[in-house]
């Protein structure tokens, strides 16, 4: 056999050995198994919204590893600070993975300033927020009463019932925001006055 014939048949053969590694990798992260890590931040929430969260993406909070609330995450983890404690969690905030990055080791970068615990809340508030509000405001669901909509979209989405003022209160201030704009979102049940 010739020198360039081996050169290109080891070459090849690390070509494969890497697209092995490759589809592992993706395989294990499509299943969530590397892209978070044993540390944890703890952010406040109100208990609805807590209580949503772990309803959806665990105890403690794994958010997808390509979702805008662990770029938020990266974004604001910063180095401990030598005099800094490890946190506690307290009743009133939930858990969260922090995410693995290759930038910002968790085992170093797992400290959040103030601002960026409200940035993380906020996040999670965003998304809460757009999806209580498309399912609220489906065309299928019409002419069914927002206090049976809301009751039952709670029961999906793990929350108590004793949110339920607080979901209303909520739900309802986004109407009203887009109503304050010429936006009529009633939904065909309740047909109210635009005010401009």
Known sequence: MSAPF??????YYFYLEFLVFTWEIAYLCKQNLLIMSDFTIFIKLPAYEKEWCEHHFGRPCQFPAQSNVNCVIRHFLRLRPSDALPEEKMDDEVAICIPYSQSKKPESYNYLSKPGKLAIAEAINDLF???MFEDL??????????????????????????????????????????????????RGYKHESVKK
Request: glycine share 4%; aromatic share 12%; net charge positive.
């Open 6 to 11: 081996l050169v290109y048949v080891c070459e």
């Open 129 to 131: 927020s757009m999806q």
């Open 137 to 186: 405001t489906s065309v299928a669901v019409r002419n069914v009463p927002v206090k049976y909509l809301i009751e039952d979209w709670m029961y999906k989405n793990g929350i108590k019932d004793d949110n339920y003022d607080n979901l209303k209160q909520k739900f309802t201030r986004i109407k009203d925001s887009y109503r304050k704009h010429g936006i009529n979102i009633s």
